[in-house]
T-cell receptor, first 111, second 113 residues
Framework: DVKVTQSSRYLVKRTGEKVFLECVQD?????MFWYRQDPGLGLRLIYF???????EKGDIPEGYSVSREKKERFSLILESASTNQTSMYLC??????????FGDGTRLSIL | GEDVEQSLFLSVREGDSSVINCTYT??????LYWYKQEPGAGLQLLTY?????DMKQDQRLTVLLNKKDKHLSLRIADTQTGDSAIYFC?????????????FGTGTRLKVLA
């Protein structure tokens, strides 16, 4: 079974802080994704990566950046957290056209 | 354009069948998926159907695909309280060898005892 591990289930940070969300997968999948989930809006793609050191903007990249230094790890960075970034963040991985596999999510609150 | 739509809520009684509907707009879908999200958790893959199929059955789950109307449905037979969750449909688009997922907004299923 694919294991996708997000470093924190719950996180509380303050406005203006730099926030790191980590995601690690154990299946050597080349594709990794970061989504945010908000009520009534479903999942929205923030950034994705098809390979090490490679990144592509998703639908809502503003205010975020990512890092993929190793194949198994994909980090989402909030450069200067704002209250409108309070959300559930989901990491997913995939190989080829196979289904995406998700982590358990990180519920982030920005105060 | 790319869009996947679902109704937001569905309420059924325990033991009844649930039918969750989804419509999509892009005809170049390769696979269509159903995911389940329990409270406080990530999305778990439930089932999927290849775009050249009409129906897939997996125990209590039946997926129906109407490509002409771009309509996908998930039927859960003998719905149980443990089926209460948010259900997302998603389509996988093949865009020149790159695969892109489009998710619906999710349908919150509430099962009444």
């Amino acid at each position: 079974d694919v294991k996708v591990t997000q470093s924190s289930r719950y996180l509380v940070k303050r406005t203006g802080e730099k926030v790191f969300l980590e995601c690690v997968q154990d299946m050597d999948h080349e594709n990794m994704f970061w989504y945010r989930q908000d009520p009534g809006l479903g999942l929205r793609l923030i950034y994705f990566s098809y390979d090490v050191k490679m990144k592509e903007k998703g639908d809502i990249p503003e205010g975020y950046s990512v890092s993929r230094e190793k194949k198994e790890r994909f980090s989402l960075i909030l450069e200067s957290a704002s209250t409108n970034q309070t959300s559930m963040y989901l990491c997913a991985t995939r190989t080829g056209s196979q289904p995406q596999h998700f982590g358990d999510g990180t519920r982030l609150s920005i105060l | 354009g790319e869009d996947v739509e679902q109704s937001l809520f569905l309420s059924v009684r325990e033991g009844d069948s649930s039918v969750i509907n989804c419509t999509y707009t892009d005809s170049s879908s390769t696979y269509l998926y159903w995911y389940k999200q329990e409270p406080g958790a990530g999305l778990q893959l439930l089932t999927y159907i290849f775009s050249n199929m009409d129906m897939k059955q997996d125990q209590r789950l039946t997926v129906l695909l109407n490509k002409k109307d771009k309509h996908l449905s998930l039927r859960i037979a003998d719905t149980q309280t443990g089926d209460s969750a948010i259900y997302f449909c998603a389509e996988c688009l093949d865009t020149s060898g790159t695969y892109k997922y489009i998710f619906g907004t999710g349908t919150r299923l509430k099962v009444l005892a």
